[in-house]
Each structure stands twice: as C-alpha cells, then as structure tokens.
C-alpha cells in the first residue's frame, strides 16, 4: 500500500470556480502535511502546510487535515488561469529531517 | 538568489556507461535529498542527507549511490545505469530548524538511458 494516495486528474474547470483537491494517507504517524504545486518543466514549490488536523488558509487557498480519516484537501477559491498546474500533497512524520513521502499529483487547468 | 541548481539538465546515456548528476544549493541547508518522478508513479525520494557524511535511503535507493563530503553539494551517482532508471530527477533542499518541510527544488535533470 502507497503511503499516500493522490487521484491524478486529470481536473478541468472554468475561470473562478471552486477547485477541491484531495488525498489519502496510511500510516497515522504523519504528523505533517505540505501542499507543493509544480509548474510544467519547474521543479515544485511549497504552497502550503499544516501540522496536524485542521485547516489552514492563505489568501485563496485552504489546507485542511482529517486525521479520523486520514485525509487532506487544498480548496482553491476563485481559480485562475496561473493556477493552473500539477499539485502535489506531501506527509512525514517529524521535523527532524525525515523522509517525506509524496502523492502522484494532480494535473489541474483553470479555463478562461 | 536562494537556488538549487543541477547539471546536466538533460542527459542521454547508454546501459552501463557511470554518470553523475551534481546538486548544488547557496542557502545553507543541512538537508538535501534526491527524488525521482515517473508518470502515474510521482515523486519518490532516492536519498537524504541531514548533514555532511551523514546520508540514508529512501524508498528507491537500489541502483544508486550518493555521498555528501561538502555542505552545498549533494551529487547523485548512477554507477550502472539500466532502462528502468529513465526518469525526471530533483535535487532539493530544506533547513532542518524553522522552515523545516519547505524543500527547494532544483530545475530537475531528465535523464533517459537506451
């Protein structure tokens, strides 16, 4: 079983709607969840982070952890064409330099 | 500027033939880490290092070798390189206090081996 499950996409919605992204993870251990976005042919970038349950939001965006469930979203409000991208969520289980596990990513185009 | 750089970005190579893919980063990061990304597969880490000559496998270690004898650089070793290790891959790197799980990713190295 993969440490953390990621539906690939991929997702295609209009210029200012509500994107929800989402993933499973397996081992309740995972303490830290990250949210990267990756543009074509960049490497990612951090968009977002959360430790342990709750949400967490940051201008358009919000981070939200279920740890019952042992699962994450990122909303996305108002899309826009620059959000257009391939996001990828991420978990480890402590802040000391440990391994961090990854989702396949999903692919998202925000049509004008 | 803060960077991850790699090189090559691009890289043909034949079965067997030793390579090296470098990994350089200015911002003074303990950690650095090699992933590989394959479509339907994602990212998968290869390698982390938390400091210098201190480095661990991660999910995908076979086939490859890494060492950290410098603070900045983290090269990644394919000694024998085979087919199955066609694959995009990132250098990053992270502060070990503070920032913590913010990884800097370099620009990524496409490597295809016939």
């Known amino acids: 079983q993969k440490e953390v499950e990621q539906d690939p996409g991929p997702l295609s919605v209009p210029e200012g709607a509500i994107v929800s992204l989402n993933c499973t993870y397996s081992n309740s251990a995972f303490q830290y969840f990250m949210w990267y976005r990756q543009y074509s042919r960049k490497g990612p970038e951090l968009l977002m982070y959360t430790y342990s349950s709750g949400n967490k939001e940051d201008g358009r965006f919000t981070a939200q952890v279920d740890k019952s469930s042992k699962y994450i979203s990122l909303f996305i409000r108002d899309s826009q064409p620059s959000d257009s991208a391939t996001y990828l969520c991420?978990?480890?289980?402590?802040?000391?330099?440990?391994?961090?596990?990854f989702g396949t990513g999903t692919s998202l185009t925000v049509i004008p | 500027e803060a960077q991850v750089t790699q090189n090559p970005r691009y890289l043909i190579t034949v079965t067997g033939k030793k390579l090296t893919v470098t990994c350089s980063q200015n911002?003074?990061?303990?950690?650095m880490s090699w992933y590989r990304q394959d479509p339907g597969l994602g990212l998968r880490q290869i390698y982390y290092s938390m400091n210098v000559e201190v480095t661990d496998k991660g999910d995908v270690p076979e086939g490859y070798k890494v060492s950290r004898k410098e603070k900045r650089n983290f090269p990644l070793i394919l000694e024998s390189p085979s087919p199955n290790q066609t694959s995009l891959y990132f250098c990053?790197?992270?502060?070990?206090?503070?920032?913590?799980?913010?990884?800097?990713f370099g620009p990524g190295t496409r490597l295809t081996v016939t």
């Open positions: 990053a790197s992270s502060a070990l206090t503070g920032r913590w799980y913010e990884q800097y």
């Open positions: 911002m003074n990061h303990e950690y």
């Open positions: 991420a978990v480890s289980t402590s802040n000391t330099g440990n391994q961090f596990y």
